[in-house]
């Protein structure tokens, strides 16, 4: 009994001991691969999708675990950097900028080493259509083609389609989620939301705040929030721009502070600054009047994507 409870807990050692050396092996690869590129050459993952799917063995699931934590840090690392050296923007609205050319692959691998992953899928319907469209489609069709059942990764496909204004595309796959076993009635709605309305305000509204209550990521959840807001402060806007141009039919100029037209923004439900009486926007940052008094605009100090 004894020798079989020593052998038993000899392999289980071996087995990890060996998850860690491919985990360290791939590591030292990369970095001995990136060592080796040229300064002006892309960076590359190293072991792509079936290597390291052949050299995890039996532990793939483990293995997607580690390339979707490494996904992560990427990106972290990425948005550290470039924040280091952008001090002046206080808000990161175009991930494009941040030249994630890795993280498709690493992506790719961890699907690869576990196709039922969700994780992946979603992150990549959040942040591969900010630089790569293709790459995005490309591995939420991966997604639908080995989990043909789940319709969560019909909903990030429709989403990357709508995003792209390809509303016929968008109302399509929708469609076709809402006809899967356990798809929520709003998926059916949404297709027929996207093919009536396109990319109306309210359309994006329901469908970020959908994303947001089937999300269980931190990061995506945060990046949904800002978009909701961002939809809210476009109707706040618009309002704000209606008071300012009555303002300057009336008076024949446009307004020199925001207390001069504070009684008719109070009458437009809008949250003004005790203080200044500027309207408040959606994150409680104080917008700001542009075009010397004619038009508002989102502070860039703002919790708001400017863009």
Same mark, same amino acid.
């Given at each position: 009994?004894?020798?079989?409870?020593?052998?038993?807990?000899?392999?289980?050692?071996?087995?990890?001991?060996?998850?860690?050396?491919?985990?360290?092996?791939?590591?030292?690869?990369?970095?001995?691969?990136?060592?080796?590129?040229?300064?002006?050459?892309?960076?590359?993952?190293?072991?792509?999708?079936?290597?390291?799917?052949?050299?995890?063995?039996?532990?793939?699931?483990?293995?997607?675990?580690?390339?979707?934590?490494?996904?992560?840090?990427?990106?972290?690392?990425?948005?550290?950097?470039?924040?280091?050296?952008?001090?002046?923007?206080?808000?990161?609205?175009?991930?494009?900028?941040?030249?994630?050319?890795?993280?498709?692959?690493?992506?790719?691998?961890?699907?690869?080493?576990?196709?039922?992953?969700?994780?992946?899928?979603?992150?990549?319907?959040?942040?591969?259509?900010?630089?790569?469209? &293709? /790459?995005?489609?490309?591995?939420?069709?991966?997604?639908?083609?080995?989990?043909?059942? +789940?319709?969560?990764? *019909? @909903? !990030? =496909?429709?989403?990357?389609?709508?995003?792209?204004?390809?509303?016929?595309?968008?109302?399509?796959?929708?469609?076709?989620?809402?006809?899967?076993?356990?798809?929520?009635?709003?998926? &059916? /709605?949404?297709?027929?939301?996207?093919?009536?309305?396109?990319?109306?305000?309210?359309? +994006?509204?329901?469908? *970020? @705040? !959908? =994303?947001?209550?089937?999300?269980?990521?931190?990061?995506?959840?945060?990046?949904?929030?800002?978009?909701?807001?961002?939809?809210?402060?476009?109707?706040?806007?618009?309002?704000?721009?209606?008071?300012?141009?009555?303002?300057?039919?009336?008076?024949?100029?446009?307004?020199?502070?925001?207390?001069?037209?504070?009684?008719? =923004?109070?009458?437009?439900?809008?949250?003004?600054?005790?203080?200044?009486?500027?309207?408040?926007?959606?994150?409680?940052?104080?917008?700001?009047?542009?075009?010397?008094?004619?038009?508002?605009?989102?502070?860039?100090?703002?919790?708001?994507?400017?863009?």
């Amino acid at each position: 009994m004894k020798r079989n409870h020593r052998l038993e807990a000899l392999l289980s050692l071996l087995i990890l001991l060996g998850f860690l050396g491919i985990v360290c092996l791939s590591r030292l690869m990369d970095a001995r691969h990136r060592d080796d590129l040229p300064a002006s050459s892309e960076e590359q993952l190293f072991l792509q999708g079936a290597t390291a799917k052949r050299l995890s063995l039996a532990f793939n699931g483990l293995a997607a675990d580690w390339y979707w934590m490494r996904s992560l840090q990427y990106v972290g690392g990425k948005v550290v950097k470039y924040q280091d050296t952008h001090p002046e923007q206080a808000q990161l609205d175009d991930l494009g900028a941040l030249d994630l050319r890795l993280l498709p692959s690493l992506l790719r691998v961890a699907t690869t080493l576990d196709p039922q992953f969700m994780a992946p899928y979603e992150y990549a319907a959040m942040i591969l259509p900010t630089f790569s469209r &293709a /790459e995005a489609i490309s591995l939420l069709g991966y997604g639908i083609e080995q989990n043909p059942s +789940a319709w969560r990764l *019909y @909903q !990030h =496909l429709g989403y990357i389609y709508w995003q792209s204004h390809d509303y016929s595309k968008a109302s399509e796959t929708y469609g076709a989620g809402a006809k899967l076993p356990g798809a929520p009635r709003w998926m &059916a /709605e949404m297709s027929a939301r996207t093919a009536a309305e396109g990319g109306s305000r309210q359309a +994006a509204r329901e469908m *970020y @705040q !959908h =994303l947001l209550e089937e999300s269980n990521d931190d990061q995506v959840k945060q990046l949904l929030e800002r978009r909701l807001m961002q939809v809210d402060s476009f109707d706040e806007r618009d309002r704000i721009r209606r008071a300012l141009g009555n303002y300057a039919a009336r008076f024949g100029r446009c307004a020199g502070s925001w207390r001069e037209v504070a009684a008719q =923004l109070q009458t437009l439900q809008l949250h003004l600054d005790p203080v200044t009486s500027a309207p408040l926007d959606p994150s409680g940052a104080p917008y700001v009047l542009s075009k010397n008094g004619c038009d508002v605009d989102v502070d860039l100090h703002s919790r708001v994507p400017y863009r």
